[in-house]
């Protein structure tokens, strides 16, 4: 279970510049639950991943995960339990490391040393296996370097390789919002798989309400750092996206001014 309890952050505090991005923020997330979270443009979202990996530190509030207080850990120590893929397919991977060099990397990440060194020759038949399912023909270019590779592709391998650590949240910024629709569709079916396969709890953030309704069991609405919206089971599967977009107008008190974005 992850909690994330009365949880404050505020960029530049006491300058002209300050910014409040979340606010008292509460969720409390079940383990091996899908949420997706949709809402305007600097509503918190990547804030609360962030918060959640350890890339920033709560002004105030508490952040659980499986009832340990990780509010102080840095980012290395709750990489063992936090996989993240980014928006920018670059992000994810390093461009000069070779395929398996890179898939090492990840399977190294939370294994103790002395496991995580050798990569005896089922790891690396392991590598391949995982590489095939994609059918992208990967598993034949286990020593070319990521950098050769098209987004779309380096997506799908930093999806693998946020599957192969021993990590049990997976945390997804928009990782489509970069690639074409058909590219997208591959990347989201594969997100699927290896959710439901590896029973990963998982928060992805996405500017398309379809993909919000359409992926995971329970969907979220941010608006000035603060959940707006939380809605889940038989309420959730007969929202359509017209009804979110009319929900989102509402509790904003506004018109959309981004309706074509979030329509996608
Ligand atoms: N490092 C930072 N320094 C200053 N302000 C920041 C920083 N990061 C985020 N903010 C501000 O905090 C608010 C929340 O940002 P955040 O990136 O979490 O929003 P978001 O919901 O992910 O938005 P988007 O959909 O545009 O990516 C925004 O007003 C943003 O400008």
């Avoid at 923020?25 to 959640?52: D, E, R």
């Avoid at 997976?170 to 594969?190: G, I």
């Avoid at 609405?221 to 017209?242: K, P």
Wanted: glycine share 8%; net charge neutral; hydrophobic share 40%.
């Amino acid at each position: 279970m992850i909690q994330l309890e009365s949880i404050d952050v505020t960029f530049e505090p006491g300058t002209p510049l300050e910014k409040v991005a979340l606010q008292g923020l509460n969720l409390t997330i079940t383990t091996g639950q899908f949420v997706t979270v949709i809402g305007s443009n600097g509503a918190g979202k990547s804030t609360l991943l962030n918060v959640l990996s350890g890339e920033i530190r709560p002004d105030r509030g508490r952040v659980t995960i499986e009832d340990q207080d990780v509010t102080k850990w840095p980012t290395y120590k709750r990489a063992k339990l936090v996989a993240r893929v980014f928006q920018n397919p670059l992000a994810g991977s390093c461009a000069d490391l070779t395929i398996e060099e890179n898939l090492a990397l990840a399977y190294r990440r939370g294994r103790s040393r002395k496991l995580g060194k050798a990569l005896t020759a089922k790891v690396r038949q392991d590598f391949r296996l995982q590489l095939a399912r994609l059918e992208l023909g990967l598993e034949d270019r286990l020593g070319d370097r990521m950098g050769l590779l098209s987004g779309g592709q380096r997506q799908a391998v930093s999806l693998l390789m946020s599957g192969l650590a021993s990590n049990q949240i997976l945390l997804l910024d928009e990782h489509t919002a970069a690639l074409d629709p058909k590219t997208a569709d591959y990347v989201l079916r594969l997100t699927r798989e290896l959710v439901s396969e590896r029973q990963l709890t998982t928060l992805m953030v996405t500017h398309s309400m379809k993909q919000a309704l359409m992926l995971g069991d329970r969907t979220i609405m941010m608006h000035e750092g603060q959940v707006i919206l939380d809605v889940a089971g038989e309420a959730r599967s007969r929202l359509t996206v017209n009804d979110l977009l009319q929900q989102f107008s509402q509790l904003r008190g506004e018109e959309l001014a981004d309706d074509a974005l979030l329509l996608d």
